[in-house]
């Protein structure tokens, strides 16, 4: 409420009322209309002397209020309904007056009670405004589907429902197909938007939304990765995975690739090492149930390299009053026991631990369990063998291993624009790199015969690593199926006894330096056991040095797919939010945006292609519109660093059960059988990746876009479109728009490009720059031709 004064006004009458005035009041009224002031009629209240006053006030016919205020003996007041004329006329008769309110208080009053009306009514009828972000309609793997989202501006009240209705096809009653409830996503205390994907029994053409707030919005039902098959070559040869492939099987293979194929491929050695599939000899004395008296023994040395050949027995000494001591023979360990008057072993595990590591301390290392401070009583142990735990057989190599890209391209010299495809950054991810070898050899082998192939070859530079943690992989292969980080051990001794060794190492898509648990961002963990430990710093993993190494090294390298699994997902930058306000790295920009979107449907059609599966349309975007915040994954410092077009696969889409009518998950390892199809149907999304990079190389036609004005009447809103693709730059302050200039983002999570909005007349100037780099009517932001777009957008 707006804070009101009441303004009274004595008006001191000094002159008598001598000289007696005609009043004639209506007179007056329609006598001054030139001052509103004049005429403007006023509450006022009128010192009287007495009842004959009044009366004389009475025969005038003036318009008095029911309020009569006699003061006895002294007199009284009459309030009356005057102009400001009429006022000076009595006044100028010798009568006092006070203003009591004026007319101009009564509009604001006036005003007021309509704001408040207006705002009830507003809150009675409070329709929210909603929109409709995608209706689609696919099938995947036999069945039908329906997929809707859609947002409310009241989205984050959570009493906001969103209601769904939908016909059975063209020319069929609007909501004949069913109704439903849409889900609300909520993530990190953010309301993203609504969803809901159910399975129909015929492709509905029109979709409504209801909320319950009244908002409402109809769409048109789209098809999602929909029917065109592309065409395959005369003869086009895949399917070469039988069975999964340990590192070293893969490495031998694309070796043998490289070698057969030499004219268009070779091997790429990684110049970082990584710690290797090896890990020092253990044993412990004592148990976890004793933590005291448990005492933790590690080899200096690798397990393989004599670790696993020592031997520790701690043992009772008969007397009384003997000392600690310690016997080494070869690799064997002998602790004696020190035992008290009564001849009791005596010996404190702080004890052994210090004699250990003073006596034996070039072979071992003793430390205590899980931080205790040592003050139990050792017990005599049988000999214990120290041992590294691996079960891996000895013709897997335990060294630090050199990782290895196959490079495939007839002009491998960084003329050609380069693709990245990486897979199992994440050990147990068995399925990911039979997508990546899969593709390499559909490349070598369908060369000489496929022109599509061919095509793609001879015109880029494609650098594949089947495994990015080779030693995590074996370890996944032969120790822990579920093992999804690299092998290093940065725990420290307290977290370093043998029966955390599964949680151990460093999650390689974690570990990088954009958007890192370093800089803030969420989904990732400074703790050693975490399954998202970031590493002890960032990039301190040579797994990880390797693909940045490999960017970095080759400009060329424009697009990179980051395979993972399982899920069906599909997603690029940003990969992280920061925890408070869900404040994401940079958003790419509304063209870039609409680059990675049009780019997907390509791949994701090649994909259907193989089996039917349907990569979901809610499962299609920017990683933390679709899953969650990845702090320093990899596909965040491929594009914020190195400006590559980095996306993720999140292969093995879950399975419908058509019967059952429901979604079933594949999981990490399943059957080869079905682990098989996902690499084929993968694969084929690789090769759909390669011709949109084909596109992006030979793409020399610059954008054209339009400025579309819409008006009103205190502003005008900007919208463009462009011809393909492109980021719009822009400027309304009369400057030359450069790469500095504002540019066109997207409007929210989900949205489309932002639209903005022209206060007063302004001249426009922009520019288009496509995803290839081409820039409308070849302008030069940094040249001096003014061959940009411009126009004059007038504002009332
Ligand atoms: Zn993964």
Redesign the pocket.
């Known amino acids: 409420m707006k804070s009101r004064k009441t303004k009274k006004k004595l008006i001191a009458v000094s002159m008598a009322a001598a000289i007696l005035l005609p009043l004639q009041l209506a007179t007056v009224h329609a006598a001054s209309p030139s001052t509103t002031a004049k005429n403007e009629a006023m509450l006022v209240k009128i010192h009287l002397k007495n009842r004959a006053d009044l009366d004389k006030l009475l025969s005038y016919g003036m318009d008095l209020s029911e309020n009569l205020d006699q003061h006895a003996g002294q007199g009284m007041e009459a309030d009356a309904i005057l102009t400001k004329e009429e006022m000076e006329i009595l006044q100028l008769r010798g009568y006092k007056t006070d203003v009591i309110s004026t007319q101009h208080e009564i509009q604001t009053l006036r005003q007021e009670r309509q704001f408040t009306v207006q705002q009830e009514k507003d809150l009675a009828a409070a329709k929210d405004k909603v929109t409709i972000l995608r209706a689609n309609y696919f099938t995947s793997q036999g069945g039908k589907f329906l997929y809707v989202e859609a947002k409310t501006d009241a989205g984050s009240l959570n009493s906001t429902v969103l209601t769904a209705t939908w016909d059975k096809g063209k020319n069929t009653a609007p909501g004949s197909g069913g109704t439903a409830a849409l889900e609300r996503i909520e993530d990190a205390d953010v309301y993203m938007y609504h969803s809901m994907l159910l399975s129909v029994d015929t492709r509905p053409s029109t979709v409504n939304i209801t909320s319950s707030l009244g908002g409402t919005m109809e769409a048109k039902v789209t098809d999602w990765i929909g029917g065109k098959k592309p065409t395959p070559g005369k003869h086009y040869v895949s399917d070469f995975t039988d069975h999964y492939m340990t590192p070293t099987e893969l490495d031998q293979r694309i070796t043998k690739l490289a070698k057969q194929f030499s004219s268009i491929a070779e091997i790429v050695e990684l110049p970082y090492e990584t710690n290797g599939y090896r890990r020092k000899a253990q044993t412990m004395i004592g148990d976890q149930a004793n933590p005291a008296s448990a005492v933790v023994i590690t080899s200096k040395k690798w397990g393989h390299e004599g670790g696993n050949s020592i031997s520790l027995q701690a043992v009772k000494q008969e007397g009384a009053n003997l000392p600690l001591s310690i016997d080494t023979k070869e690799n064997a360990i002998v602790v004696k026991l020190a035992t008290d008057a009564a001849g009791q072993s005596s010996s404190k595990a702080k004890d052994v631990i210090q004699k250990v590591n003073a006596e034996a301390g070039s072979l071992v290392t003793a430390t205590s369990f899980r931080g205790s401070s040592g003050e139990g009583l050792v017990a005599s142990t049988e000999k214990l063998k120290l041992t590294d735990g691996l079960k891996a057989p000895e013709s897997i190599s335990r060294e630090p291993h050199t990782m290895k890209a196959i490079r495939i391209g007839k002009h491998r010299d960084g003329s050609k624009a380069g693709v990245l495809l990486y897979s199992q950054?994440?050990a147990r991810?068995w399925v990911t790199p039979l997508v990546s070898v899969e593709t390499a050899e559909r490349l070598l082998r369908n060369y000489s015969t496929d022109k599509a192939t061919r095509k793609l070859v001879n015109n880029l530079d494609i650098f594949i690593v089947p495994s990015v943690n080779p030693d995590g992989a074996t370890y996944s292969f032969y120790d822990y199926n579920w093992q999804?980080k690299n092998m290093a051990n940065h725990c420290g001794p307290e977290k370093s006894d043998p029966a955390l060794r599964n949680t151990w190492g460093v999650d390689l898509?974690r570990n990088h330096g954009t958007g890192s648990v370093y800089d803030g961002y969420l989904g990732s963990s400074t703790d050693c056991q975490s399954s998202v430990y970031g590493g002890p710093s960032e990039q301190s993993e040579p797994e990880a040095k390797n693909l940045i190494w490999l960017a970095d090294e080759n400009p060329n390298v424009k697009f990179a797919m980051n395979v993972?699994?399982y899920g069906g997902y599909f997603m690029w930058p940003p990969g992280a939010y920061k925890a408070l306000g869900r404040e994401t790295l940079p958003r790419p920009t509304a063209g870039q945006e609409a680059f990675f979107w049009s780019a997907s449907e390509r791949i994701l059609q090649q994909i259907k292609e193989y089996r039917g599966t349907t990569i979901l349309p809610g499962r299609t975007g920017p990683v933390p519109d679709v899953l969650y915040s990845a702090a320093g994954n990899s596909a965040d410092a491929l594009w914020y660093n190195n400006g590559i077009y980095a996306w993720d696969f999140?292969v093995g889409a879950d399975l419908w059960n058509a019967q059952e009518r429901k979604w079933e998950p594949v999981g990490f390892q399943p059957p080869f059988e079905e682990g098989h199809e996902e690499a084929m149907e993968f694969a084929n999304g690789l090769i759909g990746m390669l011709d949109v990079a084909y596109d992006y190389e030979h793409d020399k036609k610059a954008p054209t876009s339009k400025l579309h004005v819409k008006r009103s009447m205190e502003n005008a809103t900007l919208e463009f479109s462009t011809s393909e693709p492109a980021t719009i730059y822009y400027t309304t302050n009369n400057k030359r728009p450069t790469f500095s200039s504002k540019k066109i983002k997207i409007s929210g999570i989900r949205e489309g490009a932002e639209k903005p909005v022209l206060e007063q007349t302004a001249t426009v100037k922009w520019f288009a720059v496509d995803a290839s780099g081409n820039i409308e009517n070849h302008y030069k932001p940094e040249g001096k031709k003014d061959n940009y777009r411009s126009e004059t957008v007038k504002v009332k």
Request: aromatic share 0%.
């Open positions: 950054e994440h991810e999804r898509n993972h699994s999140e």
